[in-house]
């Protein structure tokens, strides 16, 4: 028997580095004042065929149901942005904008497995719906910059390539393009680094374009009109050092309409760890024009990011520091005397309604078992109940100082 | 656009309201030194059908893949259990025993909605894996009734209603029962509150036994041999009036072996909150026999839990204080000349790189309004700046005091 082949099991040393990174996720979204929603696992099929593209259709999970087959038209969902759409869209009055909103989804998509492609996996997702000013944008790159940051990455570890649609978009008209061919456009330019230019050439053919053309504004790394407010935004943050001007990011997706970014390690494997930018027509698309509003937004996914804070020292000295901390218990309780267990149980509980991480034997062993045990848990301190009753042993493991403490100060004696 | 029936969506509030109930419960495990795992969402059903009784197998929700539909044997997980026992037997020799476990996931079943009844729904799941003494269900029977002390919630608010499979095994071997009939008595006995007499009767005319003869044992009150420990470890304690003995319970599914239990309210709605019991023989079951561990656990869902703590006024306060203290912001920064919103920025990142909450206006707003939005998200203070720079005034927003601050004495201002 085993996981189904994609998925993961979380043991709990796994669980405890997942819950690293979604814990100091939520950390870095409260200081920026993004508040958590949620959606549903199991949306309805019409909700991601409504969003133009499309482009995750052929990669989704379909849900049935045993007792009632073809009842139901469900997938799991592969990504966040159509539900935060449709939640957006269906009270959007009820929130004051600018809406900063963030998840940490579980997201299912079914595609050939690699290193870093998995079946289910987590994803960070910060929007904010409702603000067409470009101080929306440098808020949004400040908190996916802060978002590596607490992990202990720094400049030297990732970039951020910072583009724009609408520059793409501005060469296409002037080059004399129609708009309703932008999206074949993008999409070419998307691959212009990875195709022969002789290919890019022929596909350029029909919009008098060249592959030379491309390359060139593509490697310009003067920022456009749209891109220096952003850029101040972030210089006066102290994180200018994050940015590269790289025209080369167009996103795949058909629903970006501004400023677009990705974020990759500085490592030779460039792995891509982040991604997002604007979709200022999606919620209007999404809702038949009833609600329109400007939005934009970002996802990180928990598996690359895993794996670079793995290869950064700094970085995984860190979150194993933070490991040690979750895992360790406050104080082990000896029972060294059987005849005493009732009155260690009462003591048990009492410093655990204080808050405190407890732990002791479950049936009689040897006082020097005990404290094994207690230094595998990571316990820092022991009480001892036996003989001195009604005092007790406090032991401070590291130091192996013991000091006698009557019952009734215990509390105080463990500093509480 | 809608969730399909049975799903939900978490608005910031209500996502609060669960990341209350997911963070109490997190809290109470780590006191009790109770560690995280976790599976996948998606499942084989081939694991489902291996466990003993199949109960849940008609409410499954199936899970195929639109590139390849029929490729996927997959499930969504109704329950914990089976991923548990496949993840303890493929490495029990990792972990030191006993193992304390625990776990919330998500969980997925396709049932006729109703209050309380949902298709997706949040599970604490405890287990304690490898120890066959009454000191474990003493453990796993205070961990429950702590779960829920958590939420303010007390004696007057719920009761643990305590059984035995064993009990009703003697009582059924006893009078002349074969052990292969037990699964159908038990059957008989968990409906024999809710059947008239008469029907009861007549299913167990078969075993030469009456309905009286079950209805008596079933009100007695009296403790069984195996049951005393279990209760003198809880009284031990303190825990003792949480404790009804009521042979009433005997848990639907098949797998329970000893002790068994259910929690529920005390209001005359007596909604079930939680329930689970000891099941020593299901590990070696799902191993062929190749792990052979005595295991014991329980399961409390989120839904009837969140809709008790709605009811009882003090638990209801203790979550809405715990909400308004989550939500606040720390510090709001009034951008009160336009000029200085780059200091403004400067300010902002250095405070939430110390880790404040810390919000500001994207765009240019009045100073009037600015106030306004920092009382509506709840900020303690606000720091303005503006025409005093390089000092910027700092306002403590419930007492409207203020004072003047050097900009490089900021943090020192703010008590960090």
């Not at 809406?99 to 910060?126: A, D, I, S, T």
């Not at 008098?208 to 504004?217: E, G, K, M």
């Not at 490697?219 to 943050?237: D, F, I, Q, W, Y």
């Not at 290869?311 to 309780?333: M, N, T």
Request: charged share 30%; hydrophobic share 40%; aromatic share 10%.
């Amino acid at each position: 028997m085993q996981t189904l082949p994609g998925f993961r099991d979380f043991y709990p040393d796994d669980c405890a580095r997942r819950n690293y990174i979604l814990t100091k996720w939520r950390e870095v979204a409260r200081r920026y004042g993004f508040v958590e929603y949620d959606g549903p696992v199991v949306e309805s099929m019409a909700l991601y065929e409504k969003k133009s593209g499309g482009e995750l259709v052929g990669q989704m999970f379909t849900v049935g149901a045993t007792a009632d087959p073809g009842s139901l038209k469900g997938v799991l969902r592969p990504e966040m942005t159509p539900t935060l759409a449709r939640m957006v869209t269906a009270r959007e009055r009820d929130f004051k904008k600018p809406m900063k909103w963030f998840c940490v989804p579980n997201f299912f998509r079914h595609e050939r497995q690699g290193r870093g492609r998995l079946r289910e996996f987590y994803q960070l997702n910060c929007d904010i719906v409702g603000e067409p000013t470009p101080a929306a944008d440098a808020e949004l790159i400040a908190i996916l910059i802060d978002m590596l940051r607490a992990f202990g990455l720094t400049e030297a570890d990732f970039a951020v390539r910072l583009s724009s649609r609408t520059a793409w978009q501005q060469f296409f008209i002037q080059s004399g393009g129609k708009p309703e061919d932008e999206y074949e456009f993008f999409q070419i330019v998307d691959k212009a680094e990875r195709n022969p230019p002789e290919k890019t050439d022929e596909l350029l053919r029909k919009f008098n374009l060249t592959a030379q053309a491309v390359l060139d504004f593509m490697r310009s790394k003067t920022p456009t009109a749209e891109l220096v407010p952003v850029v101040e935004g972030l210089n006066a943050r102290g994180l200018g050092g994050f940015i590269d001007i790289d025209y080369a990011i167009v996103r795949g997706l058909a629903y970006y309409t501004g400023v677009v970014f990705e974020v990759f390690d500085r490592s030779k494997n460039e792995r891509a760890l982040a991604g997002g930018g604007r979709y200022d027509k999606l919620l209007s698309l999404m809702s038949d024009g009833k609600v329109d509003l400007p939005a934009l937004g970002f996802g990180m996914g928990d598996v690359v990011l895993a794996n670079l804070i793995d290869d950064v020292p700094a970085a995984a000295a860190q979150r194993d520091a933070w490991l040690k901390q979750e895992r360790a218990c406050d104080i082990y309780v000896v029972v060294a005397k059987e005849e005493r267990r009732s009155d260690a149980l009462a003591l048990v509980q009492q410093l655990r309604d204080a808050g405190q991480r407890v732990d002791f034997p479950l049936t009689a062993a040897k006082v020097g078992k005990q404290f094994q045990t207690a230094e595998l848990l990571g316990a820092t301190r022991a009480v001892l109940v036996g003989d001195e009753w009604p005092q007790v042993k406090v032991k401070t493991l590291a130091t192996r100082e013991e000091i006698l403490v009557p019952i009734g100060e215990i509390k105080t004696a463990l500093g509480q």
